[in-house]
């Protein structure tokens, strides 16, 4: 994931723009670093003539706020001022055509800007991005021919995700030790986006000297993602109301339902997991894991919490609802926010008399 991130940074600062870019995936982080350095190139921050034509060269639009793509293809199809391009930005596409005047369908307006990726202004740069994408979508088919499409997801391995942010920390001319850098990951989990917001605070609490573990165990606790182990343990004791309540929290800084339930899910379901091998190894936890002491201590109450059966229960139901997130049902794909309530109350028995969806 990094690699392609730096990859794009460096090509748009050499120039090298693609008329298209869909930016879409569980890594917001990733896809605002692209937007950025596309943002620094078209309207130059130091250069006062670009600044002065911005309002001509730059426009953003939410799909939430359109009826339609016609505002959108429209800004396309103008021509840059005192410029090379123009920058057309448009997030979360997949509300166009939604709202209670729409001027046309959701798919109309994804066949019109499909068809519009076919054949792009050559001065114009339009970037679609949110995470509620589909892979599958017109759109992301419409860019993959030319590579215009790029997704961003978490690590699939610890160790890229330790020497990430060893690399983060060096590029901002600090330093991390690898133990603490560990014990990051194995905090907040291998997503580009919850790792750099806890290097942040370990930097930060480290002062001037290079950061370690005592600096990462210190700011864990106030991270947004160690919020999963409020709720992982509100489910374990059954208590549906608490871990409903620490759901709505999760969703409360106003981000685009679908990127924070892909979050959430992706956390929930590493959650799950180390619950499960603390569970199988008693006794043996630090080894089995690779988790550092503080956060050893804390699994070990969790898997107390949960009988086998019901951490059987709640992982095949997770797997379930990553289906369905992503496409495999029309209501958890509208409603995400409902759809892990739903596993919330499954997996407390909250629900009398209904049958678990496993």
Not at 70 to 84: D, E, F, R, T
Request: charged fraction near 25%; hydrophobic fraction near 45%; include cysteine.
């Amino acid at each position: 994931m990094s690699d392609e991130v730096r990859a794009l940074e460096r090509a748009i600062g050499a120039g090298k723009l693609d008329p298209v870019y869909v930016l879409y995936g569980d890594e917001p982080a990733a896809i605002r670093a692209v937007i950025t350095a596309l943002r620094k190139v078209v309207v130059p921050p130091d250069d006062a003539t670009a600044q002065a034509m911005a309002a001509f060269n730059h426009e953003r639009f939410d799909g939430v706020d359109l009826s339609g793509a016609g505002p959108v293809l429209s800004a396309c199809a103008q021509i840059p001022m005192m410029s090379k391009w123009r920058l057309v930005e448009l997030a979360n596409p997949d509300d166009l055509g939604k709202g209670p005047e729409a001027e046309s369908t959701a798919a109309a307006a994804m066949d019109a800007l499909a068809t519009y990726i076919k054949a792009p202004s050559p001065s114009t740069v339009l970037v679609i991005s949110g995470g509620g994408i589909d892979g599958r979508s017109k759109l992301v088919t419409a860019c993959k021919t030319n590579g215009w499409a790029h997704k961003f997801e978490a690590y699939k391995r610890d160790d890229d995700a330790v020497g990430f942010v060893i690399g983060e920390a060096q590029a901002q001319g600090r330093k991390i030790s690898r133990d603490a850098a560990a014990a990051l990951v194995a905090s907040v989990g291998t997503g580009r986006s919850e790792l750099l917001g806890a290097l942040d605070q370990a930097l930060l609490h480290a002062g001037d000297a290079p950061a370690g573990l005592a600096d990462v165990e210190a700011i864990v606790a106030h991270t947004r993602e160690a919020r999963i182990f409020d709720l992982t343990d509100a489910v374990g004791r059954g208590e549906a109301d608490t871990a409903l309540a620490v759901l709505a929290r999760m969703f409360s800084a106003g981000e685009k339902d679908a990127g924070v339930s892909m979050q959430v899910l992706a956390m929930l379901t590493r959650q799950i997991r180390l619950i499960f091998t603390a569970k199988a190894n008693p006794g043996r936890v630090a080894d089995a894991t690779k988790l550092p002491p503080f956060l050893v201590r804390g699994l070990e109450a969790q898997a107390r919490g949960f009988s086998e059966p019901r951490l059987r229960s709640a992982y095949a139901a997770l797997v379930r609802l990553d289906q369905d997130l992503k496409g495999g049902s029309h209501v958890a794909y509208a409603s995400p926010y409902l759809a892990l309530q739903r596993w919330i109350l499954d997996t407390c028995r909250a629900l009398p008399g209904v049958d678990a969806r496993t």
